[in-house]
């Protein structure tokens, strides 16, 4: 093995040293440091260290006069047994095998008796010259060394049967013990009578590499192995051990086994950008590559070409390149071809006496824009080793890509976050995720990990750190910063990546908030409010009214009460966390690409206040559906509720759990059924593993009996399906799943299990039919205008201890069902919605849990029911408003069959108190089906979702959760005239020139309708587009549904639209649109290397599946 720090080296540093007049030991140092080996030169017949250096554990060379001499000098001479040493080698002698079995059962081989040195001790090298004979032709796989046999022990190097003519792949087999594991070469020429150089190196740690005349040919990584095992069998030369023989028919020669990965290559292209994945168009910067000289030689007259899958090339001339050194080169990479997986192939060619050929190979992948949009399904967890999985369920981001906090935090400024194996594993993720269609959201919560510097925690009055529930107070200058500079970290690694393409922002913070009363902290509230924090405050959620003396029977306060002015500060801003959500935000927008996007959650487990996430473009939070799925749209109205007072517009996503917690839906042997309430703080409060059987006798499903200890199962497909359609109706931009240990098999999680084989099923079908086809519209329509609302109150959540904070229990949230049975359809509104916007608009507002109130808040509800407006109260609103309807709160049964009972009870009562002074816009015959209208111009959109359900035998035996859903028939009543399509069939249903549509519809389980219902019918569709183009023009694509007249429709319509090559192939611009008003354009951007001919577009409207063709001749 030769070293660059050999004598060459030595002989250099003496002249350095001479004429430079330098110290011997620093120069020594910096040379040493500097060097690095070089290929070893196996083209001569090795000799010297080269031969005989420790590194050698054995050389045969088959030269006279001892053709059988391990010339390494450490002992393992060979024997013959039906093999014979010859005279034409490639440098001196030679071993000549033949062929075994089939043409004759016989050994042709040399063999080396068993010795513990002959099998390497982790990294090693074996190489050898091998000269085929006419016999190899059309022969079966020839054995070149075997030490391994039939064990799981040694190795085993094998020239497999042909592919085509004279081409072969090297197969090495390696035992380690208990399994054996094969790594494979690229396919090789062998001409019969032509020498080759075949190397084979292993680094002891999964990674081995093949080398083909010094050039590589494959490689492959295998996870989860180490060195290999010493085996009992000798080593043999040219044949299989024993029988069945299979000799190669050939010449060998200089056959090297070596401690270590030795280098063959005598020059390399090293790639030394880390991305092998880009998106079409994208912009980015060349490539580049390292060409180093590792030859003994100084290389002149070099050339590199490069040449991409046969669609262009590029040739560089280099400079001289000495030996040991490096030289830079740039490829510039073509972004804007077609979509697919293209080898770049490097090759570097030195012309002389012994020209040098190299050749290496790249894949480069392009992938399709994101030209349709679609509705995110995002994956609120890792892909686990199961991203193709979640692919093929229809999830399109999952979460990765971490950050080191504590490396930022040290460096009080942005730097890489995280060494540069962990920065180069994360592009590698982004790169697969991105190849896969798939986008990744990292995970970031820097003012979580904060809450370890224990001088930056948060203090009681009497200025010491709360003694459990340690927060970071973000109050602190150095607390903000941190968050930002993690943003920025993130983003200058990360940002430029298309597939980096959202941040969770500080999941699950406030509840974890408390009070803080360092001296900046009550100063900040003084300065906002003119005087100090009030004494009575000591707890985050509030001071109850009946503990403050002279509080006024009324229950009115001020709008300008100390208590609830500092409140509703504190959590406002006081607190810090949405700054420090912000200054997150900040940092990461700053460095990364335009269509970056953030989120925040759990974004209202917080009180009922305007600001929740900051400057986040996204609120989201997530929901268990037990024990009523309905009650997920309730947490959703919440969210469009804050981000309503947003300074910019916030979107809304909405995330159901996969998981359900054991102990609220069926708990184990003698546990009390826990239940989510307002300070519900979503832990489980059992250890995990401590489930026993039941040996009572009663019924148990089956996890119940196989997974006894599970503390979170699965949630019900049933459950899952009403959840979905219950979101799904409202304007949400996106949507999410958090569970993967429960959703899928054999995912190792430490509490999650796989407990309902149908959910994953069900989850794919909806996302298919639903999400894919639909999605885009129904990101495009808002809400109709509501003339419902229902007030959850700052003011009593502070002073009553009210609010749901996100949970959708409490009386609130039974009241909100209630409001859902009797086909109301309430917006959530806060206080400040009330003082900011009044109530002009609303016909019933529904006030659940509205003890105390301030003034301003009271005058604006008197002065609404002096209107005509219908008040809905209970028996403990304020006293200063007397409700127009009671309905009186009740604490909500345990048995779920009893509660929905009771509510759907109060909603009969409800809907006879309303029906003579209000009229819905949609109705329907059966509190079991739940409507909601959104609306486009004219156009009104119709969801309408079946919460009728029974008892399973999944959970249903406990009766705390009805888990099986029911069909149902219903009659739906629209206050329109119009043309109903059914957007999910595709198909028109009714047409009703009457001003009230009655629609009579079956529900199967759970499940959901999406109608359409226009003023004019859909009558066709229409395509504008050139006739002719060339590779590399943008085709513009207009689309247009229309009606009769030929005018395109008020409404956001769905459409599917493909771009078919004449190879029937889908080009990019091909996917699911909604077409605005009607109206679609698409820009086709065709790429140069496109295939010529014509070109179909079809467009086909999804609302009554009418289609239209176009054509294109792409000329070349």
Known sequence: MTFLDGSRVWQALIVSMLILGGDTASVAAEAAEDAFPLAEPFRSEYSGTDATGDHVLALWQFSQPDPAADLSGNGHALTLRGAQFVDQGRFGGALQSYRGWPVEDEPHQARARNHPDLTPRGAFTIELWIQPDEELREYQDAFLIDKKYVSDDDYQLILQQETASDMRRLRMSLGFGNESAVWQSDSLHLTPGTWRHIAFTYDGAGLGEFFVDGSPAGSERKIGYGRISPGRHDLVLGDRVGSYYRGFPGRIDQVRIAQGVLRFTPITFEITAARRVFQRMESIEPLQFTVTNFSSQTLRDARASFVLSGVGGQTIELPELASGSRQELEYRLDTSLRPGRYEL?????????????VTQSFEMVLVPRQIAPRMPVVMWGGAGGRRDELRQIGFTHTIGVGCDFGAVWEAQKPVPPGDDARIAANIRELDDALAAGM???????????????QDYRRVRRDGQPYPSRHDVCARWERIQQFCEDVGHSMGQAY???????????????RGESNLCFHEHDQQAFEDFAGFPIPTEVVNMRGVRYDQLPDFPDDRVIPDDHPIYVYYKWFWKQGDGWNHLHSRLDKG?????????????????????????????????????????????????????????????????????????????????PGEKAGEQTADFDDQDVRPQGTGTIDASGRYRAWWEREVPGARFITIAPMHLREAF?????????????????????????????????????ELKRLIRAVVRPLGPTLMEIPNADKDVAMLESFASEMFAGRGTYGWNGS?????????????????????????????????????????????????????????????????????????????????????AEEARQTNIDKAISLRQALDARYSRMVDTSTPDVIPYLRRWGSTDYLFAVNDRREHGDYVGHHGLVMEDGLPTDAVITVRRGGHVYDLVAGRKIAAVDEQTIQLDLHFGPCDGHLLMITDRAIDGVRIQTPEHAQPGDAIQIQVAVVDSSGAPLDAVIPVRVDLIDPHGRLAESSGFYAAKDGRLEIQADLASNETPGLWRIIARELAAGHEKNAYVQVRP
Do not use: N
Request: glycine residues 8%; contains cysteine; hydrophobic residues 40%.
């Open 725 to 761: 359609w219950t979101k799904m109706s409202r304007p949400i931009q996106g949507i999410m799943y958090h569970g993967i240990g429960s959703l899928l098999p054999d995912v190792t999680h430490g509490s999650y299990r796989y407990t309902h084989p149908e959910t994953q099923h």
């Open 588 to 668: 990461l927008k700053t460095d990364s690409h335009p269509g970056f996007w953030t989120f925040h959650d759990p974004a209202v487990r917080v009180a009922s206040v305007w600001g929740s996430g900051g400057d986040v473009d996204v609120l989201s939070q997530w929901t268990y559906s037990y024990p009523d799925p309905l009650r997920i749209g309730l947490a959703t109205e919440e969210l469009f509720q804050m981000a309503s007072a947003a300074a910019e517009d916030q979107r809304v996503m909405k995330m159901t759990q996969i998981i359900w917690y054991r102990s609220q839906t069926a708990p184990e």
């Open 495 to 509: 940002g430029a990546h298309p597939a980096f393409e959202s941040a969770l922002i500080h999941t699950e913070v």
């Open 345 to 357: 192939v490097v090759a570097l060619d030195v012309p002389g006496d012994e020209p040098i050929s």
């Open 439 to 453: 986008r990744i959201v990292t995970s970031l919560s820097p003012g979580s990990w904060a809450r370890g510097q």
């Open 811 to 895: 009386w609130a949230g039974d009241m909100w069902l209630i409001c859902q049975y009797a086909a109301l359809q309430p917006e959530v509104i806060f206080e400040e919605t009330i003082v900011q916007r009044g109530l002009d608009g609303y016909r019933v507002l529904v006030m659940p849990d509205c003890d105390v109130l301030p003034a301003s808040v009271v005058q604006a509800v008197l002065d609404f029911q002096q209107r005509g407006g219908i008040v809905v109260g209970d028996q403990r609103l304020c006293p200063a408003i007397q409700p127009d309807v009671l309905i009186e709160a009740h604490a909500r049964p345990k048995q």
